[in-house]
């Protein structure tokens, strides 16, 4: 058997055996929550930030969560990405943490960045930029019963997907939704400044995804329509804008 055949049935029979892992947003609404943070901060915010950062870019400081997850000693870092709650309940801080445990750690942390070793300072950027994006996708703040509707099963383009997955990737890329197209809708609609937030308040900004749950769930015979992906394009792009304001936000808050 030649070499690229037998790399290929590897590849087949690793992929075919292994579940795939769903992460919040894709890694183009990651990239476009942080073009939107860097471009909504002054520059002594930006150049302390880049200073701790390195090599490390934005764009890949808001991803890196999702790149360490096959680094098995970074597990516990695993329910850092959501919070479950039932319909109508309240939130109650888990046990092992949660998006919202997390944030307030590292906002916490990084007001004392001075006192800080830099490489720990890094981390808790990247782990900022992550859960800033996270937090605004409405699965991220979803039911447990579901798994976030990771076990919400539907049909798009005649294929099986999850609901999550629709919300973390398709809907951006069915749209073409970018940084550009985002800031085209805020301006549009006149949303930026309404979209800004005037507290750094991650229950709040739960709250806010979860009131988006009734809206994500309308899906007809558990498949996605062209019309479904259509009538939450803007709705992702809100979410997009306020996890880059809100990221400037705190940015600015502690580095400025």
């Known amino acids: 058997m030649k070499k690229s055949t037998l790399l290929i049935v590897i590849t087949f029979s690793i992929f075919s055996l292994t579940p795939l892992l769903t992460f919040a947003w894709g890694a183009e609404g990651h990239q476009i929550v942080a073009q939107i943070a860097k471009a909504n901060i002054k520059s002594k915010v930006l ?22 997850k096959s680094d098995k000693s970074l597990d516990y870092m695993k329910q850092w990405h959501y919070v479950n709650i039932e319909k109508d309940a309240t939130y109650v801080k888990a046990p092992d943490g949660d998006i ?8 916490a942390e990084l007001k004392n960045y001075k006192t800080m070793k830099a490489e720990d300072v890094a981390k808790d950027i990247k782990i900022l930029f992550h859960l800033c994006g ?5 699965m991220h703040a979803g039911y447990g019963s579901d798994k976030g509707g990771n076990d919400v099963k539907v049909k798009y383009n005649d294929k099986d997907f999850n609901l999550h997955r629709i919300w973390d990737t398709d809907i951006i890329r069915a749209n073409k939704i970018t940084t550009e197209s985002c800031l085209e809708t805020a301006k549009k609609l006149k949303l930026t400044k309404s979209l800004k937030p005037k507290t750094i308040d991650p229950i709040a900004w739960m709250n806010d995804s979860r009131a988006l749950l009734s809206k994500a769930y309308e899906v007809k015979d558990n498949t996605i329509t062209p019309e479904y992906m259509t009538a939450n394009k803007e709705v992702v792009e809100k979410q997009l804008l306020k996890g880059g304001y809100r990221l400037a936000k705190i940015l600015s808050t502690i580095f400025g």
């Open 47 to 68: 150049k302390k930030v880049t200073s701790y950062l390195g090599e490390t870019t934005f764009e890949k400081a808001a991803t890196w969560m999702d790149d360490i």
């Open 134 to 138: 996270d937090i605004t996708q409405p």
């Open 100 to 107: 919202i445990t997390e944030l307030d750690v590292v906002i």
